[in-house]
């Protein structure tokens, strides 16, 4: 991750531009960046230039109340074999999201803002274990992305809470370590 960071780093420089991606979390594709400015708007188009593909942005204010509403949500009713994670979808391109969404095969949804969708995916837990099973992941993430894409339109990506909360630790780390 660190040899894609820099060519990234090195992307955004030759755009000339002050964006630059200055943690990560793991491999999730999760990144701390430093903007150019305090236009998100802005600072996503720079990322999303330099990576190819557009990129949701969010400041530490937001990631903290998103996450706060995700944690607030009631879970849907067990089913038996199944384990619900929690999760948030983030829009990054396109048209945000106007509607109640409908469950799907691979997760039920709740409303945190037209930008932002909190998520409980449906985990297949391995036979008579309380693990999910890893053999049996159903698209995972990139799955509940593609479920609001056809129900929305535009362009999502979505991470388990705990990504998007290990996410929000790098950056405060960051924060309180900036000038």
């Known amino acids: 991750?660190?040899?894609y960071v820099q060519a990234t780093n090195q992307k955004l420089a030759l755009l000339r531009t002050r964006t630059r991606i200055t943690d990560w979390h793991y491999g999730t594709?999760?990144?701390v960046v430093q903007g150019?400015?305090?236009n998100r708007l802005s600072v996503a188009d720079e990322l999303s230039l330099a990576l190819g593909t557009p990129c949701a942005i969010l400041t530490i204010e937001d990631l903290v109340a998103h996450i706060a509403a995700a944690k607030k949500a009631t879970s849907p009713p067990?089913?038996?074999g199944f384990h619900w994670t929690r999760g948030i979808a983030f829009w990054a391109a396109g048209k945000p999201c106007t509607i109640i969404l409908r469950p799907t095969t691979h997760a039920v949804f709740f409303?945190?803002?037209k930008h932002t969708v909190g998520v409980f995916k449906k985990d297949k837990l391995a036979e008579g274990k309380e693990t999910m099973d890893s053999e049996s992941r159903a698209g995972g993430w990139s799955a509940i992305s593609a479920d609001i894409t056809?129900?929305?339109g535009g362009t999502w990506t979505s991470r388990a809470l705990d990504r998007v909360e290990g996410t929000l630790a790098k950056a405060h780390?960051?924060?309180s370590t900036s000038p």
């Open 1 to 3: 991750m660190q040899e």
């Open 29 to 31: 594709g999760n990144f």
């Open 36 to 38: 150019s400015d305090n």
């Open 78 to 80: 067990d089913e038996l």
């Open 111 to 113: 409303p945190i803002n």
């Open 150 to 152: 056809k129900a929305v």
């Open 173 to 175: 780390r960051y924060s």
